[in-house]
Nanobody, 125 residues
């Protein structure tokens, strides 16, 4: 299996930027499609973005399109989420996850087998 550790969260003002990282260890990172999800307090965990094992086919939730960019560096076993123009409604715990299915990029929580512990992102107004 693969182990995932997120970092890069923090407190930022509205309009600011953060870059989240997700470091993978264990099985070969490029064997997995990867995704970012988030969970705001009192709400269900939701899809944010996903990317194929090769770095193609980026897929975004509508509210983050044009503001967030998902990318990966397979040589460094790391997944990224660049978040720009942050809004208070982006406040949540952000999780990275690995999907063993690589034929196409998927968005469903139940389809991702491995999860990190999460990193808190707080956007103040």
């Amino acid at each position: 299996q693969v182990q995932l550790v997120e970092s890069g969260g923090g407190l930022v003002q509205a309009g600011g930027s953060l870059r989240l990282s997700c470091a993978a260890s264990g099985r070969t990172f490029s064997n997995y499609n990867m995704g970012w999800f988030r969970q705001a307090q009192g709400k269900e965990r939701e899809f944010v973005a996903a990317i194929s094992w090769s770095g193609g086919s980026p897929n975004y939730e509508d509210s983050v399109k044009g503001r967030f960019t998902i990318s990966r560096d397979n040589a460094k076993n790391t997944l990224y989420l660049q978040m720009n123009s942050l809004k208070p409604e982006d406040t949540a715990v952000y999780y990275c996850a690995a999907d063993r299915w690589t034929a196409w990029v998927r968005r469903g929580l139940s389809e991702y087998a491995y999860w990190g512990q999460g990193t808190q992102v707080t956007v103040s107004s």
